[in-house]
Nanobody, 126 residues
Framework: QVQLVESGGGSVQAGGSLRLSCQVFGYTYRRYCMGWFRQAPGKEREGVAVIDSEGFKIYADSVKGRFTISQDNGQNLLYLQMNSLKPEDTAMYYC????????????????????WGQGTQVTVSS
């Protein structure tokens, strides 16, 4: 049973920073591509960033230069460092796993990410 548990969300003012964490349970961490998606009210879920087991990363254009995805394979942990936050970053953020150890599906193919956490809320005020 694969389980993804997010933490680290909260409320912050525009320009601030947050770091999200995802603890992975139930499988060897390096079996899948890992990443983060988000969903704002009234909008579809969108990919934010993903990383494969060798550290290859894909970022959405909207977060490039502001967000950094990283992982601690030994601890089965995934992180998302979010800097220079904007009100439009307000959303529920989900930890995801899918694809393969050396393959990350494009961010537009959210249905190829088979495992999802419950989400952690990020709210950015102006």
């Amino acid at each position: 049973q694969v389980q993804l548990v997010e933490s680290g969300g909260g409320s912050v003012q525009a320009g601030g920073s947050l770091r999200l964490s995802c603890q992975v349970f139930g499988y060897t961490y390096r079996r899948y591509c890992m990443g983060w998606f988000r969903q704002a009210p009234g909008k579809e879920r969108e990919g934010v960033a993903v990383i494969d087991s060798e550290g290859f990363k894909i970022y959405a254009d909207s977060v490039k230069g502001r967000f950094t995805i990283s992982q601690d394979n030994g601890q089965n942990l995934l992180y998302l460092q979010m800097n220079s936050l904007k009100p439009e970053d307000t959303a529920m953020y989900y930890c995801v796993a899918g694809g393969g150890a050396y393959y990350c599906p494009p961010l537009s193919r959210r249905f190829e990410y088979n495992y999802w956490g419950q989400g952690t809320q990020v709210t950015v005020s102006s």
